[in-house]
Nanobody, 123 residues
Framework: VQLQASGGGLVQPGGSLRLSCATS????????MGWIRQTPGKERELIAA????????WYAVSVKGRFTVSRNSDKDTVWLQMNSLKPEDTAVYYC?????????????????WGQGTQVTVSS
């Protein structure tokens, strides 16, 4: 399984970014996708999850109402739309997938990870 996250960068507080995660999986390979972020010195944080069927999207309290996860119709690309960004959103963002039926809201359930993309929110 190949995953490639992109779209990070420098943005001012209150701004927006859209991250993308391209995957070698598609319509014939069901998977759930999660977005995880990590700041130096802190534990990794699962912030959003998109189940294969697209229902019951999950968001961490820290991003709920500001971030939105979605997927294209070919199911090989997942986006994380980030609005109203705050300095505390600064982190390396990773996409990860799991291919079993375990809960989507636990980092430990994700078994394939992509390289991260840096998001910096600063004026």
């Amino acid at each position: 399984v190949q995953l490639q996250a992109s779209g990070g960068g420098l943005v001012q507080p209150g701004g927006s970014l859209r991250l993308s995660c391209a995957t070698s999986l598609g319509t014939h390979s069901p998977y759930d996708m999660g977005w995880i972020r990590q700041t130096p010195g802190k534990e990794r944080e699962l912030i959003a999850a998109l189940p294969w069927r697209g229902d019951r999207k999950w968001y961490a309290v820290s991003v709920k109402g500001r971030f939105t996860v979605s997927r294209n119709s070919d199911k090989d690309t997942v986006w994380l739309q980030m609005n109203s960004l705050k300095p505390e959103d600064t982190a390396v963002y990773y996409c990860a997938v799991k291919t079993d039926a375990s809960p989507v809201d636990r980092i430990s359930n994700y078994n394939y990870w992509g390289q991260g993309t840096q998001v910096t929110v600063s004026s």
